[in-house]
């Protein structure tokens, strides 16, 4: 914390309201604040309905907010033009999701290179190929999503991101769907995406993988209810318990 020209992603106060199926307000961020620092790798947990897709959103701006502020690589999310937000979206903010959201009748390499397409930008052959490389899926780029598997899809997911070079990556749940050897390569890569200049913000259910974080939130019913500096699996285990029986 601290520094605020180190600090990538400011959240500062906020608040979300959805609706119950009643109509009845159903408060889900219920004034949350924090900071991920410039390279920082930061895991959220927390029970089931806790908020964490909530936040992750809202963080990254897919979610408006109801109340407080965020920023993101120096911007104000919650109060950029529709515009302005989706270059901030476009150019410094990648999102991963549990399910891949590749395009399933274009190729590996079609799928990372669509991104900059839509921006009527040029992502040369050679930049894909280094993507592809540095997810280790250099034989695949002519692979359709349905000829790899889950744990390829959510690397070639990961390569789309990266090429386009964001200071902060949002990850939710990414490895929701692998197996144990593929979560850890994708673990290993999002570590590898951390560096210097990007930060990444990994929610997940996997506490082992949530230890391997440089800071650990635990959510509990829409409030950070424990930050962990470099915990261990057991001291995560232990606050998302408590967590998990205070909610
Ligand atoms: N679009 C929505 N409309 C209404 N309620 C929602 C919506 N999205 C999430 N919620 C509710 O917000 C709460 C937090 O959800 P979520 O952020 O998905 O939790 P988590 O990711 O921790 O499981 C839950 O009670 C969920 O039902
Ligand atoms: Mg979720």
Redesign the pocket.
């Known amino acids: 914390m601290g520094d605020a020209s180190r600090d990538v992603v400011r959240a500062d106060g906020i608040t979300k309201i ?3 199926p009643d109509g009845r307000p ?1 408060p ?1 961020l219920k004034d949350v604040s924090l900071t991920v620092g410039r390279g920082e790798f930061v895991a959220i947990v ?10 992750l959103y809202a963080l990254s701006g897919l979610e408006p907010v109801d109340g407080g502020s965020v920023e993101v690589a120096g911007k104000r999310v919650d109060t950029l033009s529709r515009a302005a937000l989706a270059k901030l979206r476009r150019d410094e903010v990648g999102v991963i999701f549990q399910t891949y959201n590749l395009i399933g009748s274009l190729t590996a390499r079609e799928n990372i290179a669509l991104p900059a397409i839509l921006a009527h930008r040029a992502l040369s052959a050679s930049a894909v190929d280094e993507a592809l490389a540095d997810v280790g899926l250099s034989d695949r780029g002519d692979h359709r999503p349905r000829e790899l598997s889950g744990g390829q899809q959510q690397r070639v997911a990961i390569a789309r991101v990266l090429a386009a070079k964001p200071q902060v990556v949002f990850a ?1 749940e990414p490895t929701g769907a692998l197996d144990e050897l593929a979560s850890a390569k994708v673990l290993e890569l999002l570590h590898s995406a951390a560096t210097a200049d990007r930060s990444v913000v990994l ?1 997940t259910h996997d506490l082992e993988a949530a230890a391997t974080a440089d800071r650990v939130l635990v ?1 509990r019913d ?1 409030e950070i209810h424990r930050q962990l500096a470099n915990p261990s699996a057991r001291a995560v285990l232990d606050a998302v318990t408590e967590a998990g029986q205070l909610s």
């Not at 927390?46 to 936040?55: D, E, H, I, Q, V």
């Open positions: 959805y609706s119950d159903l889900v927390g029970p089931s309905g806790s908020g964490k897709s909530t936040l939710d929610v959510l829409g």
